[in-house]
């Protein structure tokens, strides 16, 4: 069995701060891990995601997240936050033989001025 | 591409009714995922289809879901009957096969309320 765990439900930050968001992982087989964001209203929509290549991966909008196996963490950052990325992400996990994606609780992104 | 399509977006209807919710994946996407999305339980799948052949519907809350796909462009999700538990949003997610590595696309999703 898979599980997420993303520490803080409401992360808030002012704009140009560094953006830390927790990812912890449970997982039996080799995980592929996924960070996912999602704007008021719509779907979810890929930020980066790791599978077993470099451990720093880089996303979209300046986002990066490293994987770390001692630590089964997969936490994302970006250098500088901007207001349009308040919004909220979801960490999500796969692997093994089942292709379902197993999603944390989410992670409310908010930028203050 | 026009990416996942979902219809309707937003159904309000009363306790007992049929309620059926639609997805067209993108082209070419072997793998189409129906997920349900609440506060209390956050993101969960429901069922899974690989070249229209459900996969794994262990996710799927009770008799009262059922899903098909009876092509590789369309899919449905219905609830019979519905009761006001069942309301949330549900996505509508593709990707293609090569492994669990590979993204999943979002549709929009359609917000369900069943008064």
């Known amino acids: 069995a898979q599980s997420v765990t993303q520490l803080g439900s409401h992360v808030s930050v002012s704009e140009g701060a560094l953006v830390l968001l927790r990812c912890n992982y449970s997982s039996s087989v080799p995980p592929y891990l996924f960070w996912y964001v999602q704007y008021p209203n719509q779907g979810l929509q890929l930020l980066l995601k790791y599978t077993s290549a470099a451990t720093l991966v880089k996303g979209i909008n300046g986002f990066e997240a490293e994987f770390k196996k001692s630590e089964t963490s997969f936490h994302l950052t970006k250098p500088s936050a901007h207001m349009s990325d308040a919004a909220e992400y979801f960490c999500a996990v796969s692997g093994g033989s089942n292709y379902k994606l197993t999603f944390g609780k989410g992670t409310l992104l908010t930028v203050n001025p | 591409d026009a990416g996942v399509i979902q219809s309707p977006r937003h159904e309000v209807t009363e306790m007992g009714q049929e309620v059926t919710l639609r997805c067209k994946p993108i082209s070419g996407h072997d793998y189409l995922f129906w997920y349900r999305q609440t506060m209390m339980r956050g993101l969960e799948l429901l069922i899974y289809?690989?070249?229209?052949?459900?996969?794994?519907d262990s996710g799927m809350p009770e008799d009262r879901f059922s899903a098909k796909m009876p092509n590789a462009s369309f899919s449905t999700l219905k609830i019979q009957p519905s009761e006001p538990r069942d309301s949330a949003v549900y996505f509508c997610a593709s990707s293609l096969s090569g492994g669990q590595g590979k993204t999943q696309y979002f549709g929009p999703g359609t917000r369900l309320l069943v008064l």
């Open positions: 289809f690989n070249n229209n052949v459900p996969i794994d």
